[in-house]
C-alpha cells in the first residue's frame, strides 16, 4: 500500500491529499529518510510525521485493506510518539495567549464608541 494511503487509512490525514501533500512537502519519514506518496509501507517499517509542530512516530504492525473505523487504528499501527513532543505543544499554546490575550490590543468599533460616549459625558 502506498503511503499516502496508509496514513489516510489509519486517520493521520482527513484526506488522501492532504497526506500526498504531506509527502511532497518533505514531512513524512520512512525508516529515517524523506519518502515520495508512492513509497509502499510493509510491516515493521518506522514512520516519522510531522504534523501541527509534533513529530509523531509510529510503527507499523499491518496494512489495511481499506479505511479503519477510529476504535481500530490500533490493530494497524503502534504509536510511539513521546509524551514530551506533546507537553512542547501544550507550552506553545500558552506562548501564544502570553503574547496577546482576547480582548486586549486595538479597540474594536463598538469600544471606540463606547470611549466617545464616555469622552461627551464628561465634557457635558
Same mark, same amino acid.
Given at each position: ?18 497526506? $500526498? ?26 514512520? @516519522? ?9 509510529? $510503527? ?19 504509536? $510511539? ?22 480582548? $486586549? ?17 464628561? @465634557?457635558?
Amino acid at each position: 500500500m502506498r503511503i499516502d494511503k496508509y496514513l489516510w487509512c489509519v486517520r493521520y490525514y482527513k484526506t488522501r491529499s492532504i497526506a $500526498t501533500t504531506a509527502c511532497k512537502k518533505g514531512h513524512i519519514k520512512v525508516n529515517g529518510q524523506v519518502v515520495k506518496p508512492s513509497r509502499d509501507v510493509f510491516a515493521t517499517d518506522k514512520i @516519522e510525521i510531522r504534523k501541527d509542530q509534533v513529530n509523531h512516530s509510529l $510503527t507499523v504492525l499491518d496494512v489495511p485493506p481499506n479505511r479503519v473505523g477510529a476504535k481500530l487504528v490500533d490493530i494497524y499501527r503502534v504509536d $510511539t510518539t513521546p509524551k514530551s513532543a506533546f507537553e512542547a505543544q501544550e507550552l506553545l499554546k500558552f506562548a501564544k495567549d502570553y503574547y496577546r490575550k482576547k480582548g $486586549t490590543g486595538r479597540p474594536t468599533k463598538k469600544d471606540r464608541r463606547d470611549i466617545d460616549d464616555i469622552y461627551k459625558e464628561n @465634557e457635558s
